[in-house]
């Protein structure tokens, strides 16, 4: 499995001649899920969904999908009728020949003050790939490859290392950076890679990696 880092939170895979794309928000390229045969989208929040985003890439593939929560299937499916799946915690189904499992319920918490919206994170393959989306959310299955949110308004880098050593990947690679800047990453790699116990990687956007 082919896996293309875009900005952000969004990530693609490739096999078989198709491509499944993750949260092609709002911080992502304007053509992040062009191309795609499935799209896959954690929540609402504008950096992991972006409407415009989906309409371009279900425009390009008449035959594309998209499986998601309520909260976003309402605000796109009615453009795309029988195009949009809506899934929750426990559900499987295959999209575009990858098996995937959903697993989590709700976003991190950001401040008490502030209401918890729903967040499903996707398992790819049996534990090929997990995307938790914005939330901690550790699977009941083995993780081979962890997309590890590494810095958000909701999580301190002490969390982020507990949260590999609970998962137990075999690798993880950052995502939901953004915000983190250039002086900040190799204080983010150091205490990651040296803390975590799996081995921690980061994709520079447009590069790729055999998982």
């Not at 990858?98 to 499903?120: K, S, Y």
């Amino acid at each position: 499995m082919k896996l293309t880092k875009k900005s952000h939170a969004c990530v693609r895979l490739e096999k078989g001649g198709r491509t499944l794309v993750l949260d092609p928000g709002g911080f992502s390229e304007e053509d992040a899920a062009v191309g795609a045969d499935a799209i896959l989208v954690t929540h609402e929040h504008p950096d992991h969904f972006d409407e415009a985003h989906l309409r371009a890439a279900m425009e390009a593939n008449p035959a594309a999908e998209i499986w998601t929560l309520k909260s976003v299937a309402e605000q796109i499916s009615a453009a795309f009728p029988g195009r949009v799946h809506t899934v929750g915690r426990g559900d499987t189904f295959t999209a575009a020949g990858f098996d995937v499992q959903v697993h989590g319920e709700l976003h991190a918490v950001i401040h008490p003050d502030i209401p918890r919206i729903t967040n499903v994170g996707y398992l790819i393959d049996g534990g090929k790939v997990f995307h938790p989306g914005d939330a901690l959310t550790v699977p009941d299955h083995p993780v081979e490859t962890l997309m590890l949110p590494v810095m958000a308004p909701w999580s301190k880098i002490s969390e982020v290392i507990d949260y590999v050593r609970e998962v137990k990947p075999q690798r993880a690679y950052d995502i939901h950076d953004a915000l983190l800047t250039d002086l900040a990453r190799p204080i983010y790699d150091r205490q990651i890679g040296g803390l975590g116990g799996s081995e921690h990687l980061r994709l520079t956007p447009g590069d790729s990696a055999e998982v």
